[in-house]
Structure formats: structure tokens, C-alpha cells
């Protein structure tokens, strides 16, 4: 089946407006392993009739990474450019499958003129569960495995999402485990405030590898995320400890996506 | 009348040089930037009172939560007994004023303290072997070699002294009254009846000579009241601070979610500027407007008040070191060391200011002589710290305007985030990928 992706430019040519926009994010569009996460949750709107418009070649970096690494102009320039193109679709509701995102588009554009709805995927499939679009089947893609959720800090600490994930896999056949260091506690997995896109500074450890070992320690089978940089870190980490191929780094739409054997 | 003199003399110094030390301290806080922290009254006085006075967020860590709460509740409850040591102080032949007006509520008053004061002697003592004999790592690190370390047991000897005193003083008291030669008035059947010095004085000093008991009462009480003025004027000195810091340091939080940087205004203007076409980029600024401020923030004085207020409240207590992935994975950075080297710098700069007039530069600067690029570049903004700390203090906010200044004033940052800000701007993503593949994702395998 063929995964249905509307762009704003063609809603608006149809004279209709959708819904939400699912704004995919540079890693969502363009990175192959973050790209799984992105159809993940277009088949999961698909399924669920959800009226919902990409950008496509409109959608721009949220600026996000520079703002982190002190480079206000690039940001506000991103942004700027952004609520244009937002306002000029009268956008009202945006979902993303990243963290980052999120929390800029949230809480950063405001004060730059954009104001919208800001929502984040695992927050989304729980509306769509909540409303009764979305009924779980009781199928049995994870009977008896042990699925371990890290909590990606723009989701978590910088926002306060830390339930939605974990009711999403609380809904499956599996049982969810906590690393030590989770919730408020929870540990980076190393790639915020920019370094995804810089060698880490000297030290004794990378900071992934310290994240995995808290992952291993539960003796999970799935390491779930909801962020596309914790996904990158969290899978480099498993390769350290040569255990790629026995445990997964899985976001939560692909969780639901398998359930759904979408 | 000599005692009343030298009470008064005690009294004024005290209080005089600790009003002198908030003032340096307050003018050096002020010398923050900007940052209008005036609304969601009722919200900040609930943050304040949840959070400072309730001590919310210590009880994380129950164990040295307990501890902290019973050297708290003494040292709160013990202001109490302190007005009647000051009124004592004053009034001729005055000794334990309130007793005879409250009666037995003085007697439960006293005791709760002497209570108080016993776990509070008992947390002192773990607090002290804690941070000497057990090996934990956040008391341990560099930043805390020297002054931080001795500041830290400093504090807590002090309050042992405090606590010896009390009972010194309520002991020798408690034999004297039992003699029928207690200064107290209303002098009534066997004992004063307070909870522990009604056993802890006859059994430290049963027989001794009524003269050594007024002698060793007043060493109690005058070993008590040069303590507590003693810490007032340490206060100004010592991670101590945060005994008061807390307070306002809570009310003035930030209410935002965590994740939200602040908005650089004086960008935007730029910004607008750059994409209105009709803007002249050659026009005047018009009349009377500010001059441009540095981006970012290169010294101490950058900071905004809060930022500055923040580095006056810490407490060292490393919490937030201790939560930080780049310091636990050996990286340079510590969020205590950023706070502490901006309180030691602003605090040179003020002091700077008053003993060479205000136009001093000392060549120095925050960036670079106190906290380096190094340290700054290992931030991952993931905010454990700002989460950590039990007072809300915010060292991300430091790392971000110091790292503001190195991008858009210096233009010094790490190659790979200067090729990344490129392709943002030249292709709309940090990597360098075509924005025409954008939606190429749609029709893969």
C-alpha cells in the first residue's frame, strides 16, 4: 500500500484545509535510519483517516541546532522564514516526530509571532487511542519481550512529556522496564545542544555509551525513543557493546506501526 | 551596664557589616543585564514557599534531605529564642523575658528547640563525616579544592559550637534554677523542665560552685550570640548564603518550560531588518536610541541579574555536577564550577568597581580567565542540572549567553557547528543534503 502524503501546496490548491501539519524534520526527511520513523507515523495517520499536509520542499530547520550552539541569527532567520510559510498555510496544529522540533516550534516561535498547536507523535497516537480511531490489537509482535523507554530530554525535562510514550507501550503485549536513570533523571543520550553535529570534547567515555549501559542493565529486548537523534545515539551505542543484532532501537510510532502490522 | 555597652556594640557591628555585605552583594547582582521577572505573582510566592520554604525539590534524595531538614528546623525554629537573647541583651537584669508571660507554652517553646538542636548536632556530625570521611565524588572534585571544601566544614563546625552553647547555657541554667539561684524569674518547683537540659545539666554539671554556673550560663549565652553574629558577617563570604538566597532566588524562577531559550531581542530587530526589503541599512538609528549591547556574554556583567543571583544562592552542593552526562563521562565541564566562577568574578569586578572608581577594567574577563570554550562546548542543554538543583538555579542559561558571545561576536566555535549554521542557511538542514530531496522519503523503499 502506498503511503498517502499530501503536501500543504496541493491542499490549498484544493481549496481544503488540513487538519494538522506533520512537520517531518530534517532528520525525518532526509536521514535513512529517522526516514523508517517518518512512514511509521504517515501509516499510522493513514490508517486512522487523519486529515494531515507535509510541507515537502517548503519545510526549512527549525533552527533549532543553532539556537543551542549560540547562533541567534541563523536561528531567528529559520524562524522567521518558517512562521512565513506556517502562517501564509494558516496553520494551527502542527505534530512532530522530533524532540527538537517540538520544543522550538513550541516554545521558541511564540515570541517570534508564530503561535500554533504543538504537539508530539506519541502524544498524537494517544489522541487517536483516546478518540477510538486507534484500537490496539491484541496481537502478539512483542509477547514476552522487555521494552525499555529512554527519555529524550526536549520530550522530557524541557517539557514535561514524560507519560504519553510510556502509556503508548503499557498499551502492547510487552513489559515496559525503567533504566535507573529515568524520567526527571533521565540521562542524555549525547546529542543535544548541537553535538549530534560535532565530535564530543575530551573526556573518559562518550556519553551514549554510558546511556546504553543503562539500557542493558534492564536486560531489554527494544530500547524505544521518540526522538531521531536519541535513535542514532542509542543504535551507535548497542554497536559498541557488539549487540546491534540482539537488541533494536525502535521509536514508539514504529512500535505501534508493528502492533498495527501497518 | 558594661554587658548592656558591649551588647550594643556587638549588636551594631553585626548587624552593620552584614547590611554593608548585602549591599555589595545586591550592587553586584545588579550590575545584570535586564529581565523582567515581575509577573505570575501568586505562582512565584507558591514556587518560593513549595520549593524554598518547603524544600520540595531536596526530598529527591531522601536521606540528606532529613538531615538538612533538621539543621533547617533548628536554625528556623532558634530565631524565635534568639529575639528574647536580643531583648535579654538590652534590658537591665533581663533574663529569659518571655518565660514569665508564656508560661508553659515557653517550656514546650524551649524544649522544641533543644529537640531541634539535638538532630541538628547529630546531621552536623553526618553532614561532617560525609563530606571528610566518606568518599562521595561531587564533594570531592577540583572546583571544591581549598576555600570551597574548608567553607563547607567551616559551617558545620559553627553550628556544633552553636548547638554546645545552647545547651551550655540552658544546662548551667537549668542547676542553678534547681538551687533557687537562676536569674529566671518566677522561680517555681524543682526544674525549669525543659526536655534535654533538665537531664543534660545536672548530669555535665552537678556541684559545681554557683559561681562557675553564672560563669559557664554566660559563656553559653554570650558563645551563642557571638556565634550567630559570627555567621552573619561569614554569611557574605560562604556558599552559606543560600540560607537567604533561596528565598528570593525561588520567588524569581524561571516559570517557562525548561526548554525555552530566551529570545534575543536585539537579533530580531537586526533580523527584521535584513528581510524588509524597503529597509535603508545605511539609515541613522533614530534619536535617542540605546546603544547596541554586546551579544551574548563575554564577562560576568553580560549575565542577567537573575544568572548573577543564581551564582550568589549556590551551595555547592553538586547536584547538578553529579547529574551532568558530560562531566560523568570525564568531559571538562561542571554547572557548579560555571556558578561559582561567576559569583568569584562578579564579585571581583564589584570589588573592583569600589576600590578603583567605576571605569576600571582589570583585563580580565569571565570567558576565558574563568570558564574556557572547552568547558562550554561540552554542554549538551539536556538541563539535568537545571533539574537538579534544589533551588532552582540555572547554569544552562550561563553556558548559552557565553556561548552567544563566542559564535556572534568572535566567531569561534568548533569547524563542524560553523559548517552546520551553513547549511542551514544555504540549504534549510544541518546536513548537506539538497532541499528539493525533502520529500524524496515519500516514494522510497
Known sequence: ?262 | MISIALFALLFLVGWGFFGWNMYKIRSNIFMGRKLDRSDNKGERFKTMMLIAFGQKKMFTRPIPALLHLAIYGAFTITQIELIEIFIDGFVPHAHRIFRPSLGGFYTFLISFIEILSVFALIASIIFLSRRNLLKIPRFNMKEMNGWPKLDGNMILFMEIILVACIFTMNGADEVLYREGLSHAKDLGDGSMGFTISSFLGPLLFDGLEPATLHSLERIGWWGHIIMVFAFLSYLAYSKHLHIIFAFPNTYYSNLEKKGRLTNMESVTNEVKLMMDPTADPYAAPPEGAVEPQRFGAKDATDLTWKSLLDSYSCTECGRCTSSCPANITGKLLSPRKIMMSTRDRITEIGDNKRKHGNDYDDGKSLLGDYITEEELWACTSCNACVQECPINIDPLSIIVDLRRYLVMEESKLPTELAGMATNIENNGAPWQFSPTDRLNWKDEE
Not at chain 1, 483516546?130 to 491484541?138: E, H, I, P, S, T
Open chain 1, 1 to 262: 500500500m502506498g503511503l498517502h502524503v499530501p503536501t500543504m501546496a496541493e491542499k490549498m490548491a484544493a481549496g481544503e484545509s488540513p487538519e494538522i501539519l506533520f512537520w517531518v524534520g530534517c532528520s525525518g526527511s532526509f536521514d535513512d535510519r529517522a526516514k523508517k520513523i517518518t512512514k511509521a507515523l504517515v501509516k499510522i495517520l493513514n490508517k486512522c483517516n487523519v486529515d494531515f499536509a507535509v510541507l515537502g520542499t517548503e519545510e526549512n530547520c527549525t533552527g533549532d541546532p543553532a539556537k543551542r550552539a549560540g547562533n541567534e541569527f541563523t536561528f531567528q532567520m529559520q524562524a522567521m522564514m518558517n512562521i512565513q510559510v506556517l502562517d501564509g498555510y494558516e496553520v494551527k496544529k502542527i505534530v512532530t516526530g522530533c524532540p527538537h522540533c517540538f520544543n522550538t516550534l513550541k516554545n521558541e516561535y511564540p515570541e517570534l509571532g508564530g503561535n500554533y498547536e504543538v504537539i508530539h507523535h506519541t502524544q498524537l497516537i494517544q489522541e487517536l487511542i483516546n478518540q477510538g480511531k486507534l484500537a490496539l490489537k491484541d496481537g502478539d509482535t512483542f509477547k514476552g519481550k522487555k521494552i525499555t523507554f529512554h527519555d529524550p530530554c526536549y520530550l522530557g525535562r524541557a517539557n514535561d512529556v514524560y507519560e504519553a510514550p510510556r502509556s503508548l507501550i503499557e498499551k502492547l503485549d510487552a513489559e515496559l522496564v525503567e533504566m535507573k536513570r529515568c524520567k526527571t533523571k533521565g540521562l542524555c543520550c549525547g546529542a543535544g545542544g548541537a553535538q549530534m553535529f560535532k565530535e564530543a570534547e575530551k573526556g573518559n567515555k562518550e556519553i551514549n555509551v554510558e546511556r546504553t549501559e543503562d539500557a542493558l542493565e534492564t536486560k531489554a529486548n527494544i530500547i524505544a525513543t521518540g526522538c531521531p537523534f536519541c535513535n542514532t545515539m542509542m543504535t551507535d551505542g548497542l554497536k559498541s557493546f557488539n549487540k546491534e543484532n540482539e537488541i533494536e532501537v525502535l521509536d514508539v510510532a514504529e512500535l505501534i506501526a508493528k502492533a498495527e502490522d501497518l
